[in-house]
């Protein structure tokens, strides 16, 4: 209780939670169960009804965020990392993290001359596109499904008859920053374009009100030309992934390379009991991904935008 909470998901399409997963404390349900808490005292602490609880802990087992286990004891069925856990993970991590850091630097300059061939990219200097890039396109959005298909090779979880993953990450309290400083992607959908934007501060006032600015510009016919963000075509995302590709067989090496770590990482984790090891990584995969962010802005390879966060558009 002494720390914010975030629901992250991984979905596409219409995979998504059929409950607000935050809505009316309905999170700390499986947050507290899983510190060691029982049913009868968080419903206590909030001073919920029985029946306004019961159908909070309802909806929670037909969405699937709890289970009974052997012995019909209720317990979280839903990933769950306190600030605690993100620091040991980051401390389990940091060989990996380290040697993926040192191949993208190894690569830094023929990403640099490949991305300036791209045409909706070729106007930019790189360090303007450079979070863009080295974050998003090289390790997130342009490298997840690759991670999911050829490294932990299963489909995302079934959820109530959904496909998604989902976590709850803690952070601290007031803290400008998403949890563990998570980079990550928002796209919002319009008539024939979405508007992204990728970084760990998508939230913030300032960031909403650019937001809400370039949407409309963009809208503008006549505005639009002026619009000093990418625009990505179709044909362009094709190049982007080829990026992403061509560093691919690089980092599923080295994941292998470090999956017995990984995996001891995860037997270590108090609530390896709940949830597979797939589950476990794709939000360790978020944290890892995020520390070499952090390690090549340290290098000066990636600046991080006045905006805070890097805006594009999708055209396709």
């Known amino acids: 209780m002494n720390q914010d909470w975030e629901f992250k998901m991984i979905s596409s399409g219409d995979n998504r939670p059929n409950f607000g997963p935050t809505n009316d404390s ?19 602490h909030f001073n919920w009804t029985k029946k306004s609880f019961d159908e909070k802990v309802e909806t929670l087992y037909e969405s699937e965020f709890l289970k009974k286990d052997e012995r019909g004891i209720v317990k979280a069925n839903v990933l769950i990392f306190t ?100 980079y990550g992607n928002q796209m919002e959908g319009y008539e024939g374009f979405s508007l992204c934007r990728y970084g760990n501060q998508r939230w913030l006032p300032e960031v909403m009100k650019t937001n809400e600015s370039l949407k409309w510009q963009y809208k503008d016919s006549l505005k639009r030309k002026e619009l000093n963000i990418p625009v990505i075509t179709e044909a362009c995302n094709q190049e982007l992934l080829w990026v992403a590709n ?20 995860y037997l270590e984790f108090t609530n390896s009991s709940q949830l597979n090891y797939e589950e476990y990584f794709i939000w360790l995969y978020h944290i890892l991904y995020t520390e070499i962010t952090e390690n090549l802005i340290d290098r000066e390879l990636i600046e991080i935008p006045e905006d805070k966060v890097s805006f594009y558009i999708l055209q396709f």
């Open 26 to 44: 309905i999170h700390f349900i499986p947050i507290l169960l899983n510190q060691g808490f029982e049913l009868e005292e968080i419903r206590e």
């Open 83 to 182: 600030i605690e856990d993100g620091i040991t993970i980051r401390k389990s991590i940091l060989p990996v993290v380290q040697e993926i850091t040192e191949s993208i630097i190894a690569r830094y300059k023929f990403i640099v001359s490949k991305t300036k061939q791209i045409d909706c990219l070729k106007d930019f200097d790189f360090e303007a596109i450079s979070l863009y890039m080295l974050s998003n396109i090289l390790l997130d959005d342009g490298q997840i499904e690759n991670v999911e298909r050829e490294y932990l090779k299963v489909e995302r979880p079934l959820r109530g008859g959904k496909r998604y993953y989902a976590a709850y990450l803690g952070k601290e309290k007031g803290s400008l920053y998403e949890s563990f400083g998570i």
């Open 246 to 265: 061509d560093f691919k067989p690089e980092l599923l090496r080295l994941l292998r390379k470090y999956d017995s770590t990984l995996r001891k990482g």
